[in-house]
């Protein structure tokens, strides 16, 4: 697996004496060297499934020991191509989170205790750090808000299944408060939202396409740029960024005299394919005396735009367009947005 590079395993060696003694003689910023604890997640292949939400869970256990220490964390996922112990020993990161069940060779890093099914990677030469980080393990692990935050992403099973056993829930991700507050900036059911979420990345944070969309709304940085969001891993920067895209969406189409269900489709299928892909479409249905506000009309002349003869009969700005993608995705937030209200009744 590609996070098993090489690390020495130092487990355990570390007494609960000695970590309480590290906190009581250095400050936080003393220990990790000043106000930004730069932190690289490393999960593996691994997004979404029975194990829960790693990078997830790790990213807000992360947060909670920044709060904790008094510093900003700065968090990135691992990159295929960098050398993370080489980074940690220089100190260009100061801790990676890893799979416990990695094998560790090699020298200069020192692991923390575990926590759930994760390991904390320092620089072996740290031990103040490392000392600091087992300590606040030791005791977060012991309170109520790593119980919740542990059920938050343990339980999150994939919402489809309670669906296909008919099972009725009040939750369907570990990042329902979000979805619930963004969908209300945007003056959708939050089950919608939810919906859309899942069809672009199963709400796994560290979700990328070939492309380098980014994240749960899978955002192209591009996109979030303009809307000046700079962090797509976190979460709720992800959803303000794609949120804010739907709304963009939702009022070009705002003038256009379509029902609100007929523009959700056109909003949908524009987020997927780009505004000016659905224009084409809508150009050839013009062309074609269609009614230009039905998806369903739309879908009649989708097949239409794949083929060389549709180029001579209107303009297509953007040349030809399979348009599979886009109409399976309309169609699938729609039966997962169905199956997410039975889910979670209003």
């Not at 691992?78 to 020298?107: Q, R």
């Not at 039905?294 to 348009?323: C, H, Y």
Request: net charge negative; aromatic share 10%.
């Amino acid at each position: 697996m590609r996070y098993c590079a090489a690390f020495a395993l130092v487990f355990g060696s570390v007494t609960i004496g000695e970590r309480s003694n590290a906190v009581d003689s250095a400050s936080p910023y003393e220990t990790f060297g000043g106000d930004t604890v730069r932190c690289v997640i490393n999960t593996g292949n691994e997004n979404y499934g029975r194990n829960g939400f790693r990078t997830g869970f790790s990213y807000d256990l992360l947060r909670e020991f920044g709060r904790h220490i008094g510093a900003e964390v700065k968090i990135t996922l691992a990159d295929n191509h960098c050398d993370y112990v080489d980074s940690l020993e220089k100190g260009t990161i100061d801790i990676m989170v890893l799979p416990d069940t990695c094998d560790h060779h090699g020298n200069g890093i020192i692991l923390s205790r575990k926590i759930d099914n994760m390991v904390w990677a320092i620089n072996s030469d740290d031990i103040a750090k490392i000392k600091e980080v087992n300590t606040w393990i030791a005791t977060y692990t012991e309170t109520e808000a790593y119980r919740r935050m542990w059920v938050q992403y343990h339980k999150a099973v994939n919402p489809l299944s309670k669906f296909e056993r008919g099972m009725i829930s009040s939750k369907i991700s570990p990042y329902d408060k979000l979805i619930k507050e963004y969908a209300g900036k945007l003056g959708w059911d939050w089950r919608m939202l939810a919906a859309v979420i899942y069809q672009e990345s199963k709400f796994s944070i560290n979700t990328v396409s070939h492309r380098g969309a980014t994240g749960l709304m899978q955002v192209m940085p591009a996109t979030a740029r303009y809307y000046g969001v700079t962090d797509l891993l976190d979460p709720e920067e992800n959803i303000k960024a794609g949120t804010m895209h739907l709304a963009r969406l939702e009022r070009l189409y705002g003038d256009e005299g379509m029902t609100d269900f007929e523009m959700i489709k056109f909003v949908l299928a524009s987020y997927n394919a780009g505004e000016g892909r659905i224009a084409d479409c809508r150009n050839l249905a013009a062309a074609r005396n269609l009614n230009t506000n039905r998806w369903d009309d739309i879908l009649k002349v989708i097949p239409s735009m794949r083929e060389d003869a549709t180029l001579q009969e209107v303009n297509l700005k953007f040349g030809k367009f399979n348009g599979t993608e886009t109409m399976n995705y309309v169609d699938n937030i729609l039966n997962i947005y169905s199956a997410f209200c039975e889910i979670c009744p209003a």
